[in-house]
């Protein structure tokens, strides 16, 4: 029995057919049945050539009756052996069966087939190509496939994507009567005509005969996310257990992205029997598609600061749209969109003319934006190609980000062992930002001195709670001394735990002392994203900086954002290549697992056994961020112009800010794993919650609001337990299933105020990863099982003809009456036996 619905073709009661037969056990079937006859015969003539012999001196007359006697007994007897019997039965026809079994993921919404030429060529618009699922749909629905199917074999359709769906659609095979009446295609009509020959119209009668026409676009309709083409088919061949499955077909595009490929189904239709057809669908050559591979934007800005946001825009199959109208690149538009509060409609607020080049080369597009209120924005960046371009599919030419805009300044806390230049110029650009908040405590300054600062401070934090008020902490080259253990062991805990973000800038005095300082500045170390080394005695002699060293990037350094010190990637990039450098680095002995290195320092003579020394890393160090600068000499950027060392320590306290993504709000943090998810995932949740004091909650479990993008709050909400190890952080996740954005947001303790996450929900891209026809994946199904591969143009001539008619006649019922297994034999053979002996009597033979 096939799954959920598909069984063997069953027939109706009208073939129903019953027969009477009367049969005998003869010929013998065995050698001990022979040898019964054999002895039979044997012994007839035994019993006649005795009785012949005994009776020769009767008249003729006399022994005539006597043989006549004992030959009719023997005769009964010989009737018994023969078992004589009635056999009655009732018959059935079971047809045979085909299943179609159709692909209805969404890689079925591509064009059926390859881009004609002239959809190419420059005099001529593109045109809208048949989806590979209209062209399965006017396969079934249109051609004469299904009816010729018909004519020998009962259809079941079923459908696959993520899953195997059965049990769908049934249409019985044909009635030979009804084709010699209707014109059923191949089959002659009285009028001398063939069906399949095209006609004005379908006449009622033939219309009634063929019954209601099922509903296609139902069946058809593609919505899966995935595809499992290689399980799916071995599925159906596993739970089908009927003798007169003919074949199964498989009409797809031989896209097979989730579970095992084709083999295992290949293997279990070789070993039932069943021939596998597999009809092909779909281009083979990748389909023009324009795509918006990623938008990098930040989640929270605070006001007055300027932002980025960066589109990768890629392409497939551009190659011969360009080829064709002899080009080196497509001319489109990009446009940023930012959604009005009043009327709820996205408005183009910038748009940029940039060319796109062959497959595969993605352009970037950066748009620069400065938020003029504290609100949430919501905002779009969307691809318009030329007037007569045509892409295969649109939707993945939007994409929408939405970016939290905060009016809370930066708190920024600045140490320094000495008033060295970048303290100075670095203190004066971030004291003079609107967005920030600095304080400073100059460990060389005495009470009485004056410095641009919104606090002065002379020692360190003394408390928890002052100390992760900040949300940046820049250290020139200071003296660890001054800073308590238990201090330390605070930064630490603020870094890791509360995001905070810390800058650590080398210097000739005191990094030298926390190089070669034994375990007691431990947690210190553990801070650095490098290995700082003992200072060598060359590094000392000052005649060695004598000429400046050029900044060698690495290549993450050269797509670092906040290394661009110029309006655009390009005036960065010169910007940095006219700099001469800098007259020295701290040396460093490698960088820690999980760090990366932005820049090198230049000088050959500086180099160890590790490499050139960094001179620019950052790493992640639980919730925040530490950045390493080797060199106290980036005021030198001046020179060149004075903007570009304001642009640099902004980027760059910025940057170290990341892990504080909503200042002012730390007691409670969601912290998400990712942005993006696919429909049907689970997106996990941690939330860090702290009490007005900074310590856990006492609480072991929160709950979390979640609103669906229809604004729908989700029910019941997200429980968090708290995490054992962490008490101040608790875990979950919830369920997506609709593509949008999801909203979180979580309480503040003690307080009004909430904080939020989000996550972007669409559809999986797998279904996207390969949009060409994959002609070796199904060929590769139906090979050695009696099937073959055909394309959808081929199916409706070629495949009836393939396909074997493996329709059976069963037994319903059956009686056996033996006919013999009377009173009146009994009585026939008695009397027979006794008028002999009764004869013989009367003879005086006995």
Do not use: C
């Not at 990098?296 to 980025?308: C, K, R, W």
């Amino acid at each position: 029995m096939l799954p959920n619905g598909i069984t063997g073709a069953a027939s109706t009661a009208g073939d129903v057919s019953t027969t009477s037969v009367i049969e005998v056990d003869f010929p013998p079937e065995t050698i001990p049945e022979g040898l019964l006859f054999a002895g039979f015969a044997v012994t007839l003539v035994l019993v006649v050539w005795l009785l012949w012999r005994d009776a020769s001196r009767l008249r003729a007359i006399q022994r005539a009756w006597l043989l006549f006697l004992r030959v009719a007994a023997l005769a009964g007897l010989l009737v018994i052996a023969l078992n004589p019997h009635q056999r009655t039965q009732k018959e059935s026809f079971r047809a045979s069966q085909v299943v179609l079994l159709v692909d209805t993921s969404t890689s079925m919404q591509q064009p059926a087939s390859d881009p004609a030429e002239a959809d190419f060529a420059g005099s001529v618009s593109a045109r809208p190509q048949e989806p590979r699922w209209e062209a399965v749909k006017r396969l079934l629905a249109e051609s004469p496939l299904i009816d010729r199917l018909r004519e020998q074999h009962v259809v079941d359709v079923a459908t696959f994507d993520s899953d195997l769906l059965t049990g769908l659609l049934r249409l019985p095979k044909k009635d030979p009567a009804d084709s010699e009446k209707t014109g059923v295609p191949g089959v002659q009509s009285p009028d001398g005509r063939s069906s399949s020959d095209p006609s004005p119209e379908v006449s009622s009668q033939e219309a009634s005969a063929r019954g209601p026409s099922p509903d296609w676009d139902a069946l058809l309709e593609p919505t899966g996310l995935a595809t499992r083409l290689g399980d799916s088919v071995d599925k159906l061949l596993a739970e089908s257990r009927s003798q007169t499955l003919a074949s199964v077909v498989v009409v797809s595009d031989g896209a097979n992205n989730v579970g095992r490929d084709v083999r295992a189904a290949n293997r279990r239709a070789q070993r039932d029997g069943v021939p596998l057809f597999a009809i092909g669908v779909g281009g083979t050559k990748p389909p023009v598609n324009l795509q918006l591979a990623r938008l990098i934007v930040p989640t929270d800005v605070q006001l007055g600061d300027a932002f980025e946001i960066t589109a990768l825009l890629q392409s497939t199959g551009l190659h011969n749209w360009l080829a064709a109208q002899n080009r080196s690149g497509l001319s489109l538009s990009v446009e940023l969109l930012r959604r009005d509060p009043d009327t709820g409609e996205p408005v183009v607020v910038e748009s940029q003319d940039v060319t796109l080049g062959d497959d595969g080369t993605p352009l970037e597009v950066t748009f620069s934006q400065t938020p003029a209120a504290p609100t949430e924005i919501e905002y779009s960046v969307r691809v318009r190609p030329p007037a007569g371009f045509f892409e295969s599919r649109d939707d993945d030419n939007v994409v929408s980000r939405t970016v939290n805009v905060f009016d809370r300044p930066m708190k920024v806390l600045i140490i320094a062992g000495g008033p060295m230049r970048d303290y100075r110029f670095a203190k004066n650009v971030l004291h003079r930002h609107q967005s920030m908040e600095v304080d400073v405590w100059l460990q060389s300054g005495t009470p009485g001195i004056s410095q641009d600062a919104h606090e002065l401070l002379f020692k360190f934090p003394e408390s928890r709670e002052e100390l992760f008020a900040y949300d940046v902490l820049i250290a020139f080259d200071i003296d660890w001394l001054r800073i308590p253990a238990e201090q330390r062991e605070w930064l630490a805990e603020w870094i890791a735990n509360e995001g905070g973000g810390l800058v650590l800038v080398a210097g000739d005095i005191y990094t030298p002392q926390l190089a070669s300082a034994d375990g007691e500045f431990e947690t210190i170390h553990r801070l650095y994203p490098v290995v700082l080394e003992p200072v060598r005695p060359q590094f000392d002699r000052k005649d060695r900086w004598n000429q400046p060293f050029p900044v060698e990037f690495t290549p993450e350094g050269e797509a670092a954002a906040f290394l661009r010190i110029a309006e655009d990637a390009e005036a960065s990039r010169l910007a940095w290549e006219q700099f001469p450098g800098v007259y020295r680095s701290y040396p460093t002995n490698g960088e820690k697992s999980g760090a990366t290195v932005y820049a090198r320092f230049g000088d050959p003579l500086s180099r160890t056994d590790a490499g050139a020394p960094a001179l620019l890393a950052s790493q992640r160090y639980g919730q925040g961020i530490t950045v390493y600068l080797g060199s106290p000499e980036i005021w030198r950027l001046r020179s060149l112009d004075e903007e570009y060392t304001e642009r640099f320590w902004i980027n760059l306290t910025r940057m170290a800010s990341e892990g504080r993504s909503k200042r002012g709000l730390q007691r409670a943090m969601v912290i998400l794993d990712g942005q993006d998810y696919g429909v049907g995932q689970t997106v996990p949740i941690r939330a860090r919650v702290l009490t007005s004091s900074f310590e856990p909650l006492e609480t072991t479990t929160i709950s979390v609001d979640v609103y669906d993008p229809r604004g729908r709050p989700l029910v019941p909400a997200p429980v968090l337990r708290q995490d054992q190890n962490r008490p101040a952080e608790f875990i979950g996740d919830f369920r997506v299933t609709t593509p949008g954005r999801y909203r979180l947001e979580l309480p503040v303790p003690d307080s009004s105020e909430t904080v939020s996450g989000e996550v972007t929900v669409t559809l999986p891209k797998l279904e996207m990863e390969s949009l060409q026809q994959d002609v070796a994946q199904l060929q590769a199904l139906a090979e050695e099982t009696g099937g073959t591969y055909l394309t959808i143009d081929e199916a409706p001539s070629k495949l009836p003809d393939l396909l074997p008619n493996r329709g059976q006649t069963f037994v319903l019922d059956q009686q056996v009456i033996e006919i013999w297994d009377r009173q009146w034999v009994l009585y026939l053979l008695a009397g027979l036996l006794s008028l002999e002996w009764f004869s013989r009597k009367l003879m005086k033979l006995a």
